[in-house]
Structures are given as structure tokens and as C-alpha cells.
């Protein structure tokens, strides 16, 4: 469970990112948080990992707060936290494979992953989550040879490989086409129903998050301005949410939702094969 | 068409003054200079032509000059393994330093990085030879000691600036997973800049070949030695034939490493 309490975070240059910021997230969770690009999403994702860190407030996470804790509890408490980024973030000269080992590093000791010397189970577990993200038959090309979906379906099948129990995703299709981003969202609300693991996702379509959230919360300023089910959530929240009336570009078309249906059917019958 | 018109800046009111001036003084200065030498006797068109000959057309006729060439080969060998040995041991021990003077993995560090990489390279490779020869005497050892510390200083320069330049968004990928230091650079960096790595050492490999050879001349193995011991003693053929191989080998070295640095990159 993570909480945040009265958290707010003010950046060097005086911006500040956060404002008494107030959540509570259990276990296996599917939030979607949106709002305008500057709104705070990236850093409330980016404050649970404490890639950037809160000047303020609480923040419990299984009851401790992070905020206190030292270089050795962060390390230790960023291997139960995944994370998938807007560019995926892969070494790009590196295998595949490899990429998705390296998401076994915190619970591998510096000597055995100098000498890439991984446990068989977690080869294991690696090649498994490529399986379930559909490209495991890519393990040993070099990541720099695939195309964004394929790309950020390692970078999930990396974060599974962690084997945690909270996922961010910071803007996760916001450099992918409409049809390759539903296959990712796809895969990360199969994730969290299958292995129950709590998955934070920024976004910006506002009808991919109603789609696939079961909660929304929105931001703007820093704050928090909504937070609650998205089966209440109708285009007015949104208006609130981003102060102004909601464009065309704010959504994803219909018409690319059902290329998108087609390419994840062949995608499954790829995986049967 | 449009007709563009701009005026030309005037020239400042003293600049023919000047230009005549600068142009006098350059004809006063040579003229000094050449009244003042006595070219003639510095310079003899026959002496000159001779020895040319003896250098150039020497090695294909000279007896002498072709019998050793199987010795001056193994010399040259000699040189080609020096220098491979230092630049070998320097590329490797160039890595750590490198680190230490990147801005993006030794933060404030970097400074003393650089510090120390900059004075090993203000040392002359020669210096560096001549100290080597006097501590641990003459030989290939001296020869590789001198190209190994001065390959460090290069290489860990150029290394670093491939460091400063990589991708920094995997290693936060990696930070985020709760990955250790080492376990970033070693997953995270290395992976990146180990084929720029290897292309800068081969690079390096193809001048410290010619600069192996200079640091003969000062005892420290190879062909330098008999280099400098034929050239005193006025031995244009075998000076020639030295050049001569040396030339072929590191135009085939250079061949070589340019085709394998084309693959690495």
C-alpha cells in the first residue's frame, strides 16, 4: 500500500511540482492519472521511486516512510517498484535478453552480475515475460532492432522480471501509434488482473484512460483535483480536470481502436503457434 | 532581379600605411637572413643527390642492406609487439580514469579525473621513454612503460568524452530498479561506449606504431636503435631499407585497423 500524506515537492528552480498531495493506493490497483502536460503526473509517479524526491509531506509505503529512508533502504525498496518509461529506456546496443535480465539486478549480487552469471530462475522468469508480452522470439536480437511497441513490450516484460508488486508507467504510449498503444495498455491491465500488481499510468488520451482504469485521478498545478472510480468519470471531469473545454486531440479515434483489435488477435494466434 | 547594393565598410584611415609597412618589413627581414647565412656552404647540390640516391634506389641494390633485411624485420616486429603491448595494457587501464573524469559518473570528482589526465598528456612520449630506459634499462620493457602511461592519458580523455555523451535514460531505468552503482555502469554504460572504446585504442595503436619507432632512438626496443645507429654512421642504403619496411608495415597496420574500426562502429 502506498500513501501520500500532505506530500509536496518544490523543485530547485522554485517550480513547484506538488502540493500537499493526499492518496491512498492499495494493492493491485489500476490507477490512470491524467492532466495537462506541466500538470505534476510525471512527478507524483516519479516521487513514489523517488526519482526525484518530495521536499514535504509523508509517504508511506507498507507503512514506512520513504522519505526517511537511506541509500540502502531506497535501493532495497526500488527493486519491489517497476517502472516503464515514455522512451522505454532500453540499452539499445544490448540484447534483449539481457535488457529483460537486467531487471533482476537488484536481487543479484555486484560479483555474479559482473561475470552475468543470473540464477536459472530468473533466466527463466525473463524469457517468460517476453513470452507474455508476445515477443520472445526476439530474446537474442539486439534491442536497437525493434520498433517502439516491440521495444516497450521488453521494457514490461523488464519490469516483470523485477517481480514487484507496484508498477509506474510515466506516459507509457505517448511515442507509440494508436493501434501498438492499446496493445501495451492491453498488456499492462492483463498484468495487473493476472499477477495483482498495482499499476500507475499517465496518460493523456482521456478515452484510453477511461477505458482502461478502474480509478482515475486527475491533476493540475501540482494538485490533486479529482480522484474516484472511472465509471463515474464523464467528459465534464475532464473539463474540470483541465480547466478547459475537451479538443479532438485529447482522445484516440475509434477507428484506430479497431486496428488495434485485429493486431492483438494476431498477436495472440502468433503466440499459440 | 532585385539589385542588392550594401555599402563596403571604408578601410581605417592608416591601413595603406600599415600594409606597407608590414610588407617592407617582411622584405628587409628575409633579406637580413639570407645575406646572413652562408647557404652555400650548408648545402651541396651533389652531396645532397648522393645521399638521396643511396636512401631512395640504395635498399634495392645495396648486397648489405637486402641481407638484413630478415633481422630488420623481426626488429620492426619487435616494435609492432611494443607498441601493441602498450596500447593493449593503456586502453585498459585508461577505462577507470576515464570514469573518474566524467562529469556524469564522478559529478565534482571529474575535476581531479581531468587533472590527472591532463598532465600525464603534458609529459612528451619521448620524456616518458628516456625516464623508463634509465629505471629499468634499456629494452622493449622501457618502450612499452612509456606507450602504455602516454596511450592512458590520450585514451582516458577520449574515453570520457564518449562517457559524458551517452544516453543517460537507460541508467535511470536501472537506478529505478534498485540497480548499485557498478551494476549501472556495468549494464547500463559500458554496453554503450565499449565499441567506441575499442575503435579509439585501435585508432590509437596506429600512432603509437610510428611513435614506437622514435622511442627506439632513445633505447627503449625495436627498430629505432639500428634507426639512429645507420644514420650517424652515414649507412643511407640500410637507413632506406629501415624506412622502407617501416612504411609497408604501418600502411598494412593502418589497412587493417581502418577495416576493423568500420565493423565496430
Redesign the interface.
Given at each position: 500500500m502506498i500513501e501520500f500524506k500532505d506530500v509536496s515537492l518544490t523543485y530547485p528552480n522554485g517550480h513547484q511540482g506538488l502540493k500537499n498531495v493526499n492518496l491512498k493506493i492499495e494493492q493491485g490497483e489500476m490507477i490512470v492519472v491524467v492532466g495537462l502536460s506541466g500538470a505534476g503526473k510525471s512527478t507524483l509517479i516519479r516521487s513514489i521511486?523517488q526519482?526525484v524526491k518530495p521536499t514535504s509531506g509523508e509517504l508511506m509505503v507498507d507503512g514506512k516512510n520513504s522519505l526517511a529512508f537511506n541509500e540502502r533502504d531506497l535501493?532495497?525498496?526500488?527493486?519491489?517498484?517497476?517502472?516503464i518509461?515514455q522512451?522505454y529506456?532500453?540499452?539499445?546496443?544490448?540484447s534483449v535478453l539481457?535488457n529483460v535480465l537486467?531487471?533482476a539486478?537488484?536481487r543479484?549480487s555486484?560479483v555474479r552480475?559482473?561475470f552475468g552469471f543470473f540464477k536459472h530462475e530468473d533466466k527463466q522468469l525473463a524469457l517468460r515475460s517476453l513470452d507474455r508480452v508476445g515477443i520472445v522470439e526476439k530474446a537474442y536480437s539486439r534491442a536497437d532492432q525493434l520498433s517502439g511497441g516491440q521495444q516497450q513490450r521488453v521494457?514490461i516484460a523488464?519490469?516483470l522480471t523485477?517481480k514487484t508488486k507496484v508498477f509506474l508507467a510515466d506516459e507509457p504510449v505517448a511515442s507509440l501509434d494508436p493501434p501498438t498503444s492499446h496493445i501495451v495498455m492491453k498488456d499492462l491491465r492483463k498484468i495487473n488482473r493476472e499477477d495483482n500488481i498495482t499499476m500507475i499510468v499517465n496518460l493523456h488520451f482521456i478515452d484510453m484512460a477511461m477505458e482502461y482504469a478502474d480509478r482515475i485521478i486527475g491533476m493540475r498545478n501540482g494538485e490533486v483535483v479529482f480522484d474516484g472510480p472511472a465509471s463515474e468519470v464523464t467528459e465534464k471531469t475532464f473539463e474540470d480536470i483541465y480547466g478547459r473545454p475537451i479538443k479532438e486531440d485529447d482522445k484516440m479515434s475509434e477507428q484506430d481502436e479497431e486496428t488495434a483489435e485485429n493486431e492483438t488477435a494476431s498477436h495472440k494466434e502468433g503466440d499459440s503457434a | 532581379m532585385r539589385e542588392i547594393e550594401i555599402t563596403k565598410p571604408k578601410k581605417p584611415p592608416m591601413y595603406w600605411v600599415k600594409l606597407g609597412g608590414i610588407i617592407a618589413f617582411i622584405i628587409i627581414a628575409y633579406s637580413v637572413a639570407f645575406t646572413n647565412l652562408d647557404l652555400d656552404s650548408a648545402f651541396r647540390w651533389e652531396q645532397a643527390s648522393t645521399m638521396l640516391q643511396r636512401l631512395i634506389l640504395g635498399p634495392f641494390t645495396d648486397a648489405a642492406a637486402i641481407e638484413r633485411i630478415p633481422e630488420l624485420f623481426m626488429m620492426m616486429m619487435e616494435t609492432v609487439a611494443i607498441a601493441y603491448a602498450g596500447v593493449l595494457a593503456g586502453s585498459i587501464l585508461a577505462i577507470p580514469f576515464a570514469f573518474f573524469a566524467s562529469r556524469n559518473i564522478a559529478k565534482r570528482g571529474s575535476i581531479g579525473g581531468k587533472g590527472i589526465l591532463n598532465g600525464i598528456r603534458s609529459f612528451p612520449e619521448l620524456l616518458f621513454a628516456i625516464i623508463f630506459v634509465s629505471a629499468v634499462g634499456i629494452g622493449p620493457l622501457a618502450g612499452v612503460l612509456a606507450i602504455t602511461i602516454n596511450s592512458v592519458g590520450m585514451l582516458g580523455k577520449l574515453y570520457s568524452e564518449v562517457i559524458e555523451s551517452i544516453d543517460q535514460k537507460p541508467l535511470e531505468a536501472l537506478r529505478a530498479s534498485g540497480a548499485g552503482k557498478i551494476q549501472v555502469i556495468w549494464y547500463g554504460v559500458l554496453p554503450q561506449v565499449l565499441p567506441e572504446f575499442m575503435s579509439y585504442a585501435l585508432y590509437r595503436y596506429e600512432i603509437d606504431l610510428r611513435s614506437a619507432t622514435v622511442l627506439g632512438m632513445v633505447g627503449a626496443g625495436g627498430l629505432g636503435a639500428p634507426l639512429i645507429i645507420a644514420s650517424r654512421s652515414r649507412e643511407w642504403e640500410q637507413v632506406g631499407m629501415m624506412l622502407l619496411i617501416i612504411i609497408v608495415v604501418v600502411t598494412l597496420v593502418d589497412i587493417l585497423s581502418r577495416n576493423i574500426r568500420k565493423r565496430i562502429v
Open positions: 521511486n526519482l535501493r532495497k525498496m526500488r527493486t519491489d517498484i517497476g517502472m518509461f522512451s529506456n532500453l540499452v539499445r546496443r544490448m539481457r537486467s531487471g539486478l537488484g543479484t555486484t552480475s559482473v521494457s523488464r519490469a523485477q | -
